[in-house]
């Protein structure tokens, strides 16, 4: 299955609003590769997407839907009425033509912007800033939305798409629906070919190496793994293991952690 594109619009992205990203291709600053499997692939222009939105009270029309190689979500391109155009993340449902507002007093229409706080409990927001003025950080991959749950003491409580609770600041702003694109997670990539235009390389199974390659490497045919936890080429534990880490200070603003996947 692939997404239908039909509903975007058939034009080449905006020239002022695009960069040139370098593809260091899974290297660091050393050029070693510290991400295996990353390579090759078409070309891509960056879009240079805004998801502070802090442009107040100034009304923007929606001038095209467009498809973005770097996200799942589809983007806009939107036209304020001082004459500034920018790209913003496309709200599920967002046609051509439609007009929205970063405002305090905005209608809870979908793709309008507003400080949290005025987001009345049950609604679904997106590109939702953690604190004022960074930018929104939570609920930006096609699809995904933050529930609404409670205000309190000048913090929000949001239920993510993945069942997580967290708060966030209340003073934060957020954009009113849920994210296009959100088929998404229905598309079957059909052939290997089609990996490699996306710039992912092929991926040799630890089981078929040999064991000086492999803690899982060698035996006769198929055999099992032979360790007593998954591990990683290099023998590190995975599988299971937590990463974040015990101090970090948002811990706290994390009510509820994502249910684990049986």
Request: aromatic share 6%; hydrophobic share 30%.
């Given at each position: ?16 609003l695009t960069a040139k990203i370098l593809d260091s291709a899974g290297r660091n600053n050393r050029g070693r590769i510290t991400v295996r499997h990353q390579g090759g ?222």
């Open positions: 299955m692939t997404v239908d594109y039909s509903g975007l619009s058939n034009v080449k992205p905006l020239k002022s692939g078409n070309k891509k222009t960056y879009r240079l997407v805004d998801f502070l939105q802090d442009k107040l009270d100034v009304p923007a029309k929606v001038e095209t839907i467009e498809y973005d190689p770097y996200r799942t979500a589809f983007i806009a391109l939107i036209l304020y009425k001082d004459g500034e155009r920018r790209y913003i993340l496309a709200a599920k449902d967002l046609k051509v033509g439609d007009e929205i507002l970063t405002s305090n007093s905005a209608p809870l229409k979908t793709g309008n912007r507003m400080q949290l706080k005025n987001v009345p409990i049950g609604y679904f927001v997106h590109n939702v800033e953690m604190r004022k003025g960074s930018g929104g950080k939570i609920a930006r991959s096609a699809g995904s939305y933050a529930e609404v749950l409670a205000h309190e003491s000048g913090l929000t409580d949001l239920k993510l798409s993945s069942k997580e609770i967290r708060r966030v600041s209340s003073e934060g702003l957020a954009s009113i629906g849920q994210v296009s694109n959100p088929d998404y997670n229905l598309i079957n990539i059909g052939k290997a070919g089609r990996s490699r235009w996306l710039g992912i390389r092929p991926t040799v199974r630890g089981s078929v190496m040999n064991p000086v390659d492999h803690p899982y490497g060698g035996g006769e045919g198929r055999q099992p793994r032979g360790t007593k936890r998954p591990k990683t080429r290099w023998g590190k534990v995975t599988g299971g293991r937590k990463t974040r880490n015990k101090k970090k200070w948002s811990n706290k603003l994390i009510l509820q952690r994502r249910p684990k996947i049986r």
